[in-house]
């Protein structure tokens, strides 16, 4: 199954263990990425149970991506990044 960049806006095909290709990547600022790592579980890319934890961290670094690129977010978006599911 093919897995794009989560960047918003980005169709750029990874592996579905990254969050985002490589040029995206780098525009995370440190202490997002050290969240995402630090959430990310092995395999939650194959069983499709990421954790609330990961989904925050993620959602953080997607926006703060669309913030730098000029792109619109989404409210699902911003939703996740407070914390708040649905």
Same mark, same amino acid.
Do not use: N
């Given at each position: 199954?093919?897995?794009?960049?989560?960047?918003?806006?980005? &169709?750029?095909?990874?592996?579905?263990?990254?969050?985002?290709?490589?040029?995206?990547?780098?525009?995370?600022?440190?202490?997002?990425?050290? &969240?995402?790592?630090?959430?990310?579980?092995?395999?939650?890319?194959? &069983?499709?149970?990421?954790?609330?934890?990961?989904?925050?961290?993620?959602?953080?670094?997607?926006?703060?991506?669309?913030?730098?690129?000029?792109?619109?977010?989404?409210?699902?978006?911003?939703?996740?990044?407070?914390?708040?599911?649905?």
């Amino acid at each position: 199954m093919p897995h794009a960049c989560h960047a918003l806006g980005c &169709d750029t095909p990874v592996a579905p263990r990254f969050l985002m290709c490589m040029a995206h990547w780098r525009l995370v600022p440190a202490t997002a990425k050290a &969240d995402v790592y630090a959430t990310y579980r092995p395999g939650q890319e194959r &069983d499709k149970q990421p954790s609330a934890a990961y989904l925050q961290a993620a959602a953080v670094a997607v926006i703060l991506v669309a913030k730098q690129t000029g792109q619109p977010i989404p409210p699902i978006w911003a939703r996740l990044a407070a914390g708040k599911e649905e």
